[in-house]
């Protein structure tokens, strides 16, 4: 089990096997153990790995030269698992790094990995027995080295495409011996561009569709252009099967999904028109569940629509355009993210079909939309007690202590604390109706995400909201594409500094809300209920707000205030060891009951 923590991996623990899922050939992701906690051993493991490392060394170095060098980057690197699998091969290397020219067969290419838009720094450093006169660095273009610069370092601020290729460091000693080691750098996560013009650009996508998720389907893309008319993709009909056609567009800045089912007439459904930057870049989804869907922009809703985006099982989705399609413009911009049906695309891997399709200019940085502090800055989360890397928050939120083991040993009892943008994930796999049965307290009156839970963790699915509004506790039941919303709020006004009890949830085709002993709220939902063979992604005292389709534009944050004694349909849940994600939690050891 691996934690990321500041764009880094960090081994936490060693788990079992996990079995197999009944009923498939996938593995229950949920049925892992782990069984060794790796922190416990660090000391141990330490020691270990130094008194070899020191074996081998002695080994290595017999009768070679005093030349040694290290390539380093900064901390903007992108340690993605073949970047860890070279850095643990540099550790272990059991020769030299720098070789006289002399010795060209035992040159080896060093291999480095950095994600486009992130800043690198590739040193070239001496040993402290070796004077040198000068340092050069060389990049190989069509064959033929290329000087680039006399200097210790090489340093790339905001990495693009043309900059991955093999570079070379040459070092000339006092003695006039000329040492030298190569580098070959690899750039990830490099956006495609498409451009229209006489021959038209493209990309095809073959869909895997399983018959359970033939009536669910999800599109994503992440794209920045100029165009204010665009053919974003399209899925056309399969001869000789009753299959749907549904394709997405840009129409005179208005986005337009049109579905033209089987034997039927063509639905249109458009946005309001929108103001889209060329220099910015823009996030489209759509979904559609069981015959209701939803389109957002941004982590903005949209709208809603009634229509099935029925799948079979070979169907072809192209991105930009499509060979035939009459009475279309094809996109011409750059495409950072594609996600068909919950699975995010390899942009150099998962296309089966590619047509005057680049690399893109520009990278898509991950930036922070939610306006509450400036790009980069940026709080941690705690995920069962390891820090990592969280999102971007507000400047009053506190980060967690140490290494958020502050809970202590009975953090139910006390609670978790909750402030602005902090929040907790978990997972429901209940096969009954949903209940929720937990005890809050504020800090303050301002509007905030108590509970939030739906089918899918972008907020996909029918989905329900308990949030304190106006002093008061209201809950929200939506359906999949936000056509019917049901209210339900308390009577009480809500004070500060004491511990409520929430009550709320379904009960005989009703939903309902009780807060402590005051008369219970209940309306109807004949239905419209959740499905009791579905999971649910459970957030607790807010949202993780990137890439959420936040619904609600008026509530933007979670809970001030703490939480604690949460059951799900009657069944207790610990607060901190049955988390799946969470941030800027701390505990709530000093607030009185």
């Known amino acids: 089990m691996y934690i990321k923590r500041d764009k880094r991996w960090f081994l936490r623990g060693v788990v079992s096997f996990s079995a197999i899922r009944e009923g498939t050939n996938y593995c229950d992701s949920f049925s892992y153990v782990v069984f060794m906690n790796v922190p416990y051993y660090a000391k141990w493991i330490e020691q270990e790995v130094d008194a070899a490392r020191n074996e081998l060394l002695k080994a290595s ?14 901390r903007n690197e992108d340690y993605e698992e073949d970047s860890i699998y070279s850095l643990r091969m540099e550790m272990e290397s059991d020769s030299p790094l720098f070789v006289p020219r002399m010795d060209q067969e035992r040159t080896r290419m060093r291999k480095r990995t950095v994600r486009c838009g992130q800043s690198v720094t590739l040193s070239c450093k001496r040993s402290a027995g070796l004077a040198q006169r000068t340092i050069q660095w060389f990049k190989v273009e069509n064959g033929t080295r290329t000087f680039l610069i006399e200097n210790e370092t090489l340093i790339y601020r905001a990495v693009r495409y043309h900059h991955a290729g093999e570079y070379w460091c040459q070092v000339t000693s006092d003695t006039g011996i000329l040492y030298e080691t190569s580098l070959q750098l690899t750039v990830t996560g490099v956006p495609i561009r498409f451009q229209q013009s006489e021959n038209i650009s493209y990309a095809v996508h073959d869909a895997l569709v399983t018959d359970r998720l033939s009536t669910q389907f999800t599109f994503e893309m992440t794209f920045r252009t100029s165009d204010s008319d665009a053919l974003l993709f399209h899925k056309p009909a399969i001869a000789g099967v009753e299959s749907w056609t549904f394709s997405l567009l840009l129409e005179r800045n208005r986005l337009t999904l049109r579905i033209t089912p089987p034997g039927q007439l063509e639905k249109v459904f458009r946005s309001v028109r929108l103001q889209l930057q060329p220099t910015r870049w823009h996030t489209v989804l759509v979904s559609s569940y069981d015959g209701q869907g939803l389109m957002a922009l941004d982590g903005q809703y949209l709208l809603g629509f009634e229509g099935h985006l029925v799948q079979q099982r070979a169907d072809r989705f192209y991105i930009a355009n499509a060979p035939g399609l009459r009475a279309s413009i094809g996109f011409s911009g750059c495409v950072s993210r594609l996600m068909i049906n919950d699975m995010v695309l390899t942009l150099e891997r998962d296309f089966s079909h590619r047509v005057n399709v680049a690399q893109c200019e520009f990278c898509h940085a991950d930036e922070c939309n939610i306006g509450l502090c400036p790009v980069g800055q940026q709080q941690h989360s705690c995920i069962n007690y390891v820090c990592s890397q969280g999102r971007c928050d507000g400047p009053d939120v506190l980060l967690p202590e140490g290494d958020c083991s502050d809970f202590g040993p009975e953090p139910s009892a006390r609670g978790l604390r909750f402030q602005n943008n902090s929040y907790v994930s978990y997972r429901s796999f209940l096969r009954v109706v949903l209940t929720v049965d937990v005890q809050f307290l504020l800090h303050g009156q301002s509007d905030g995400i108590v509970l939030h839970t739906a089918e899918h963790k972008r907020g996909f699915g029918k989905f329900i909201t308990i949030l304190v509004k106006a002093g008061r506790i209201e809950m ?16 009480v006004k809500l004070m500060t500094g004491r511990w409520y009890r929430l009550q709320a949830g379904y009960r005989d085709g009703y939903v309902y809300l009780q807060v402590d002993k005051e008369p219970e709220v209940a309306r109807s939902i004949l239905g419209m209920v959740f499905p009791t063979d579905r999971q ?30 949460l059951k799900l349909s009657g069944l207790p849940v610990d607060l901190v060891d049955d988390m799946v994600e969470s941030a800027n939690i701390r505990s709530c050891q000093d607030e009185r009951r």
């Not at 017999?62 to 900064?74: E, F, K, M």
């Not at 359906?479 to 709020?489: G, Q, V, W």
């Not at 619904?551 to 004694?565: F, P, T």
Request: include cysteine.
């Open 61 to 74: 170095t017999a009768g070679q030269p005093s030349v040694s060098t290290r390539w380093d980057s900064d």
């Open 476 to 491: 929200r039941f939506t359906t999949d594409a936000h056509l019917h919303t049901i209210y339900l709020e308390s009577t």
């Open 536 to 565: 649910l992604v459970v957030f607790l005292g807010g949202v993780r707000w990137e890439g959420f389709i936040n619904r609600h534009r008026d509530v933007r944050q979670g809970l001030d205030g703490c939480i604690k004694e």
